[in-house]
């Protein structure tokens, strides 16, 4: 039915060298396109998705394939291919070097494999579905952290911040003041590897699209933790909501997401 370790050998080709692009022209974007306000895409984001997708087609040509920059293409098939070419868009078109590339693959809705390359720090992080999650071949486990209050957080704010209600300001206002600390630094792939690793313990965000979660959220589960949506429920990379944790704060986290919910 499967061939994971091909699967797994062709998103690492694929993914390094979409790598090596991005690398370098790190620092030289000459294009800006903007899909929304504030919600941008760089002729980087385009070139690292071609190198990916003909490569997945090339290997696995009767594969469909969805990724944030083009419709879904390719036949109908159980194989789903799930593509961000860069997470992280606002933080490359600034030199700012925190981004990554992400690569997931569902196998009659369920994700199967992940592979997730942070190519300034040359860190690559691996999973497969009951096998585990590693990140540059070591395996990796979640914190142990077992109270918000000593718990460091991740989060991000949707791109139509300027204009919805529904703008993640009412959650990270009442996490902030719970947890010891919460970074935003601009990937949600990279947010919920480093809840994976045990860097965070834990993260929330809403309005992701499903290149957002999908390969991070094997990464989680995979190493111990959990993942639901806002109200505890299993979580759909198709949902948008989501949080991730290392399991042991998971209540206190859905706990502040209602309360915040109550007092806005």
Same mark, same amino acid.
């Given at each position: 039915m499967q061939d994971t370790e091909r699967f797994i050998e062709t998103a690492l080709r694929?993914?390094?060298r979409a790598s090596r692009f991005l690398v370098n022209h790190f620092g030289k974007v000459q294009r800006i396109e903007f899909k929304g306000e504030i919600n941008i895409v760089t002729e980087a984001d385009r070139i690292s998705e071609t190198i990916i997708i003909e490569m997945i087609k090339s290997n696995?040509?009767?594969?469909?394939?969805?990724?944030?920059e083009s419709a879904?293409?390719?036949?109908?098939?159980?194989?789903?291919?799930?593509? @961000?070419p860069l997470d992280g868009t606002t933080n490359y078109a600034h030199g700012f070097p925190f981004f990554?590339?992400? /690569?997931?693959?569902?196998?009659n809705g369920e994700i199967i494999m992940a592979v997730v390359r942070n190519p300034i720090l040359h860190e690559l992080f691996v999973a497969e579905k009951g096998k585990g999650a590693y990140l540059n071949g070591k395996r990796i486990r979640v914190s142990q952290i077992d109270k918000l209050s000593k718990s460091l957080l991740a989060t991000g704010f949707p791109y139509?911040?300027?204009?919805?209600?529904?703008?993640n300001l009412n959650y990270f206002c009442i996490f902030s003041k719970r947890a010891q600390a919460v970074r935003r630094a601009g990937s949600a792939v990279l947010d919920l590897c480093y809840?994976?690793?045990?860097?965070? @313990?834990?993260?929330?965000e809403m309005k992701l699209g499903p290149w957002d979660i999908a390969a991070g959220?094997?990464? /989680?589960?995979?190493?111990?933790?959990?993942?639901?949506?806002?109200?505890?429920?299993?979580?759909?990379?198709?949902n948008g909501d989501i949080v991730a944790s290392n399991g042991l704060i998971h209540h206190e986290m859905i706990e502040t997401i209602r309360m915040a919910e109550e007092a806005s």
């Open positions: 694929a993914t390094k696995f040509p009767d594969h469909e394939i969805l990724s944030e879904r293409t390719g036949p109908s098939s159980p194989y789903l291919w799930i593509i @961000d990554c590339i992400s /690569v997931a693959l569902q196998f139509d911040i300027r204009t919805s209600r529904a703008d809840v994976a690793c045990g860097r965070f @313990d834990g993260f929330w959220m094997l990464m /989680v589960e995979e190493s111990g933790g959990k993942v639901s949506d806002f109200k505890g429920n299993r979580c759909s990379i198709f």
